[in-house]
């Protein structure tokens, strides 16, 4: 999927809007919302949560977190007439996985609003095949896909496109139990990778100094989780897999939450290069991706790391991290990404450099 990235204004006139005043952090309340709004209050930033209908009352639970406004919309899709106000607020929007899903990347990648990050990676992370090309060619291993079904020598998972959750995903242990999969859509046939799973929460930033330096800037760990998915996580209780098969029980990977991990430390230096080779081909392939980003792979016996998929934002996996994590403490106790975002912000402002981390 090739984007038209055009927005109506050049991202000079876009930025012009934050001119001279403090910005407003803006997001969409919902994924990780309560988070970056925290992080930005402890920053010093005014927020602006916008929100589909009246605002939702839980915010009034977490006073820490509630944003200063809210601005509504009737749907998700009339976010883009709020673009004028937003820009007279002065407002970043801050992208996370539920804002760019609800709204569509193409449509938020032509939002005329100062944007944190480099829009451009929403056109590489949302088309497989192209995320396939910048992973690979950036070096890291990420699960062998079967053209021909006859290459087939171990277990597989068949993935339908864009099957969000992982709705009608197929397992088969072998080339034989493929036979029982009918395919009602496009599909790709992928090796299912036997190990553990981990969902590396990194920051990249192409303006800090000092720390992990990239060819240009610093990389940072700030957490790692691993999700809950339901059914699967759950399905072995049932019985064997081919008895669930027998019963029309099919496995789903829905995320409903998500529980904190850390990796062995003698893999730290792996997961630190892969995430850097990525980094750096980003910046080769499409002006470099900037901010918060996860690896989301899978470990296997043999201590090798197979990456199935790359976020290009804040991941809700994050939220466990709120008050901080084993990782980001050793930067700054109670560093949340959300925080670490306005953080960001507050620098690239000071040093003259916003054009850097916003689009
Ligand atoms: P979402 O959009 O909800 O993040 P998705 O539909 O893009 O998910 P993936 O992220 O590719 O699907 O995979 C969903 C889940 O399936 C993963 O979290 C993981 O548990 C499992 N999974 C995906 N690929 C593999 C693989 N190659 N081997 C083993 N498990 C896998």
Redesign the pocket.
Known sequence: MFFRMGTTLSAETRLASLNGRVPTIATLCSHSSLQIFHGARIEGFPTIGICVGPPPKFYDAFPLARPDEFLSVPTVKDLPQLTDQLRDDGAILVPH?SFVEYLGPEAFSRLDVPVFGNRAVLGWESDRRKERDWLESAGVTM?RLYEDPKEITGPV?V?YY??????G?FLAKNREALDDFHPTGPYVI?????GT?Y?MHFFYSPIAEGGYRLRDGSLELLGMDR?D?AN?DELYKLGSAEELHRTGLRPT???TGNVPVVLRESLLPKAFEAAGRIVERSIELFGGMVGPFCL?G?MTEDLEF?V??I?TRIVAGTNLFISGSPYSDLIEPGLSTGRRIAREVAHARTTGRLAEVLS
């Not at 992928?190 to 036997?194: A, D, G």
């Open positions: 996985g699960p998972i993935k864009g099957a969000k959750g992982g709705k995903f992928q090796e299912y990778v036997l799973r969902y999700r998915e699967i990977f829905v995320v989301e899978i197979k199935f998929e976020s």
